[in-house]
């Protein structure tokens, strides 16, 4: 019996030896927790770490501006430089076309100085015994840090995805226009994890299911709410028996209210997006930076696998803004100083209600 004990508590050992460290977008947490990247290192941040593998994330959309767009593009495109397998279901006749607007990585810090070097090092003539440091450098230059592909990377908004990343790749895309059930849709979804099964300490990949605007009208089954419920149900299943992260996007005002709560109740990780007006004079003097905010992001709730304990965030409110009008960053909510001339106070209190529109926010 202690030589059975012996063998087990080893072999446990080498589980927890971390293969998934020479996997490429896939790192431990606590508690035995893998993360795969949000695609955002502010986000990953935020949420401790990613988004847990196993867990079902939901984000719930504005109808009045497309800002969880922003969220899929960078996890997508995050999955596919990690060359890890792709799901992507739209709403949308073509979803394929949808993979030409995927955002490019940023070079790092160190791959920005690299590439300066090498460029500097065409314009000058030196002694020839020194080009063959420019060539190592020059070497080490593949966006990648370490010789490794980083967990997190920057994205640039502004450019496409490079074709090699689409290349050779899992992806399968489908259109859920027109779609009458969900059957289908649960089958493709089910043969698509079967192809990442959870065996523990032998994890060689990870994929990624994304589904946007998962009740919008022009599914036929969007007024078949209880039959939507089933396959999230199912869905979530699925993947936490599986290497993979769920994705779901959904306009909550699209479904009845107590069908979005049970919906929001079956997320793992809950987020919601919203719209920031133009011309909202109040915000305007109440936070700093408002100029530069195209959004506003909400973490409603924060997936706990393989424990009870919650997490406690400093902030549930971000400002969504982009750097350099470039990359999405994400920053808390900061209040506007207060003008003493007028006498006025906005309150020092952590919540604060804004417009009607915006509800409220967190400090």
Request: charged residues 20%.
């Amino acid at each position: 019996m202690a030589a059975t004990k012996t063998r087990s508590s080893s072999f446990s050992r080498n589980i927890s030896v971390a293969p998934t460290s020479q996997v490429p977008g896939l790192k431990y947490g606590p508690n035995g927790t893998i993360f795969v990247s949000s695609g955002i290192p502010d986000l990953d941040k935020i949420l401790g770490g990613g988004f847990s593998l196993g867990s079902l994330v939901m984000v719930m959309e504005d109808t009045e501006a497309p800002h969880h767009m922003l969220l899929l593009r960078n996890f997508m495109s995050q999955g596919l430089v990690h060359n890890q397998p792709l799901l992507y279901a739209s709403p949308s006749r073509e979803p394929r076309a949808f993979l030409g607007t995927l955002p490019n990585p940023i070079l790092s810090k160190d791959d920005k100085s690299r590439e300066h070097d090498i460029e500097q090092e065409k314009g000058l003539r030196i002694a020839w015994q020194y080009r063959k440091y420019f060539g190592e450098h020059q070497q080490n230059f593949e966006g990648q840090k370490d010789g490794k592909p980083e967990y997190c990377n920057d994205f640039d908004l502004r450019k496409p995805l490079e074709r090699h990343f689409l290349s050779g790749q899992h992806i399968d895309c489908i259109s859920l226009q027109g779609s009458q059930n969900l059957a289908t849709f649960r089958d493709r979804c089910s043969a698509f994890l079967a192809q990442l099964p959870r065996f523990d300490g032998n994890i060689t990949s990870a994929g990624r299911i994304t589904i946007q605007s998962f009740c919008a009208p022009q599914c036929e089954y969007s007024n078949m709410e209880w039959e939507m419920l089933s396959f999230i149900r199912s869905l979530k299943s699925m993947v936490r028996s599986s290497n993979a992260v769920a994705v779901i996007t959904f306009p909550p005002s699209l479904v009845s209210p107590s069908i979005a709560k049970r919906w929001q109740h079956l997320a793992d990780t809950l987020l919601s997006v919203r719209a920031i007006p133009d011309e909202d004079k109040e915000l305007a003097n109440l936070l700093t930076g408002y100029q530069d905010m195209v959004g506003l992001l909400n973490v409603h709730k924060v997936a706990r696998l393989n424990t009870q304990v919650p997490v406690i965030l400093e902030a549930t409110t971000f400002s969504m803004k982009l750097k350099k009008r470039r990359s999405l960053v994400l920053e808390c909510l900061n209040q506007a100083p207060i003008d003493g001339s007028s006498g006025s106070s906005y309150g020092t209190s952590g919540g604060c209600s804004g417009s009607s529109k915006t509800g409220r926010l967190d400090f």
